[in-house]
């Protein structure tokens, strides 16, 4: 077993940097965000969705973002603000170092989240080995449960109460 799932501490951490730390960045910058009616783009991981089963820490983190995020989106989008999630593959950085499998290059990653920002796409899959479920994903039926989710999202009254405090 990886050491990560008998280690809470592991867990924890992980926990700590990738999922509390957008939580709160995103509060933080909410106000911001919604006067300039500005969008948040996440760079999550494809491991968000399914997991890489020797990093369970860094995966469970990372779909607890993506978890997040969406609800996000719902509650955010009656201040239009937009919020862009990206399941990207693997990166060639020093995270991936002793990771032996194709890595795209940071910065063809990096202009793949600017293509479908642009492209004012919700998920973004911004490199080669990504996007190949993006089609699957669009029309998935984990997608069209998030539609019909974001359908019982509080009057915006209320969220303005509720989300993020400010
Ligand atoms: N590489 C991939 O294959 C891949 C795939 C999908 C998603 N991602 C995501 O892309 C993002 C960037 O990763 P990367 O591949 O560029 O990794 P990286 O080269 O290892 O860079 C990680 C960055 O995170 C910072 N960091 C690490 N621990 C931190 C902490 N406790 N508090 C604040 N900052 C911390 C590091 O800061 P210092 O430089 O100061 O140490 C560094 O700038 C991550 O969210 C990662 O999950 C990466």
């Known amino acids: 077993?990886?050491?990560?799932?008998?280690?809470?501490?592991?867990?924890?951490?992980?926990?700590?940097?990738?999922?509390?730390?957008?939580?709160?960045?995103?509060?933080?910058?909410?106000?911001?965000l919604t006067r300039s009616k500005g969008a948040i783009i996440n760079n999550l991981s494809l491991s968000a969705l399914v997991p890489v089963a020797s990093t369970p820490a860094y995966s469970i983190s990372k779909a607890a973002t993506h978890n997040l995020m969406q609800a996000f989106r719902a509650l955010l989008s009656a201040r239009d603000v937009a919020v862009h999630?990206?399941?990207?593959?693997?990166v060639n950085t020093d995270m991936t170092r002793g990771f032996e499998v194709p890595k795209s290059?940071?910065?063809?990653?990096a202009a793949g989240i600017f293509d479908g920002?642009?492209?004012?796409?919700?998920?973004i899959f911004?490199?080669?080995y990504s996007e190949r479920i993006a089609d699957g994903w669009r029309?998935?039926?984990?997608k069209a449960l998030q539609q019909e989710f974001a359908a019982y999202v509080p009057p915006a009254a209320e969220v303005a109460q509720d989300c993020c405090h400010h």
């Open 117 to 123: 920002f642009e492209r004012g796409e919700d998920d």
């Open 1 to 32: 077993m990886p050491d990560d799932l008998d280690d809470t501490d592991i867990i924890n951490r992980h926990l700590a940097v990738n999922f509390l730390g957008p939580l709160r960045v995103t509060e933080a910058f909410v106000p911001a």
């Open 139 to 142: 029309t998935g039926v984990i």
């Open 85 to 90: 999630s990206c399941f990207t593959g693997p």
């Open 126 to 128: 911004p490199d080669a």
């Open 105 to 109: 290059p940071p910065g063809l990653v």
